[in-house]
T-cell receptor, first 115, second 116 residues
Framework: GAVVSQHPSWVICKSGTSVKIECRSL??????MFWYRQFPKQSLMLMAT?????????EQGVEKDKFLINHASLTLSTLTVTSAHPEDSSFYIC???????????FGAGSRLTVL | AQSVTQLGSHVSVSEGALVLLRCNYS??????LFWYVQYPNQGLQLLLK??????LVKGINGFEAEFKKSETSFHLTKPSAHMSDAAEYFC??????????????FGTGTLLAVQP
């Protein structure tokens, strides 16, 4: 079946640094990838939708300059948290689908802790 | 706009007992509905989905859900709970009825505990 890999699964960084999280579709071409953020004991909040080769579409309230999303190939999307602060600490999850499919495959998530 | 409401943030059942997790939806178009399971520190795994075909949908691990338009519900059930079912369960609706965007709107989740 379809597999989405996220890396790193855990990352700890100092306040003010930038962190990049990768999301890869391992056995299919992901025309669309979604990035979610999940706070402890809460649901997933969609941050942005990224289509290969075009700019990401951000949800209302999500700072595009803070959360840089790049979807340069059909198998890779990256989320960069720039100038991270403790309030950015969260669980970030990506999902991907191939064109014409109504099923999303989720990555295992990346837990970011900003000290 | 689509939305889902999950009643009960915590549900506790005994091993072998019936599992019932409730989900009600709101949608202006025929909805596509999903149930996902999340184990600690992991991503989401699709349990089952409703995409306007059969109203009773069977999923993995013995779970099933029934789409009831009259009640705007899509409750998740399993006849006999197993310890390994302990996890967080999310109901979701696809924005726009499952069209090209596939943006999922998630409920707040229900944490299922299974007691021995």
């Amino acid at each position: 079946g379809a597999v989405v890999s996220q890396h790193p699964s855990w990352v700890i960084c100092k306040s003010g640094t930038s962190v990049k999280i990768e999301c890869r579709s391992l056995d299919f071409q992901a025309t669309t990838m979604f990035w979610y953020r999940q706070f402890p004991k809460q649901s997933l909040m969609l941050m942005a939708t990224s289509n290969e080769g075009s700019k990401a579409t951000y949800e209302q309230g999500v700072e595009k300059d803070k959360f840089l999303i790049n979807h340069a190939s059909l198998t890779l999307s990256t989320l960069t948290v720039t100038s991270a602060h403790p309030e950015d600490s969260s669980f970030y999850i990506c999902s991907a689908r191939t064109g014409g499919s109504n099923v999303l495959t989720f990555g295992a998530g990346s837990r970011l802790t900003v000290l | 706009a689509q939305s889902v409401t999950q009643l009960g943030s915590h549900v506790s059942v005994s091993e072998g007992a019936l599992v019932l997790l409730r989900c009600n939806y709101s949608s202006s178009v025929p909805p596509y509905l999903f149930w996902y399971v999340q184990y600690p520190n992991q991503g989401l795994q699709l349990l089952l989905k409703y995409t306007s075909a059969a109203t009773l949908v069977k999923g993995i691990n013995g779970f099933e859900a029934e789409f009831k338009k009259s009640e705007t519900s899509f409750h998740l059930t399993k006849p006999s709970a197993h310890m390994s079912d302990a996890a967080e369960y999310f109901c979701a609706v696809s924005e726009g009825g499952g069209g090209a965007t596939n943006k999922l709107i998630f409920g707040t989740g229900t944490l299922l505990a299974v007691q021995p």
